[in-house]
């Protein structure tokens, strides 16, 4: 089964700047997966915040985040990133990573990013 491992969290403060990744566990590849990023603030509920397709590499971002996220991926690592800039206060959430192939959904165990004002 397909495993997920989410890393770059941690405390930046506002209009700072964090590169998430989400990798494969060994053995694993991510080439036919569709890969999305959530996050979940703490008493809301978890969101979706952007996605990649599998081949074209479409990309799909929230309103809240257009223009500071940018996700990409790197087949070859097994690997997407997700670049967070100006980040803001708001942003603070635990972010998930999600891999979708044939209906089949797989998530990360999550990292926290926090933003202080």
């Known amino acids: 089964q397909l495993q997920l491992v989410e890393s770059g969290g941690g405390l930046v403060q506002l209009g700072g700047s964090l590169r998430l990744s989400c990798a494969a566990a060994s053995g694993f590849t991510l080439d036919d997966y569709a890969i999305g990023w959530f996050r979940q603030a703490p008493g809301k509920e978890r969101e979706g915040v952007s996605s990649?397709?599998?081949?074209?590499?479409?990309?799909y971002y929230a309103d809240s985040v257009k223009g500071r996220f940018t996700i990409s991926r790197d087949n070859a690592k097994s690997t997407v990133y997700l670049q967070m800039n100006t980040l803001k206060p708001e942003d603070t959430a635990v972010y998930y990573c999600n891999a979708e192939v044939s209906k089949r959904y797989y998530w990360g165990k999550g990292t926290l990013v926090t933003v202080s004002s």
């Open positions: 990649i397709s599998s081949r074209v590499g479409s990309t």
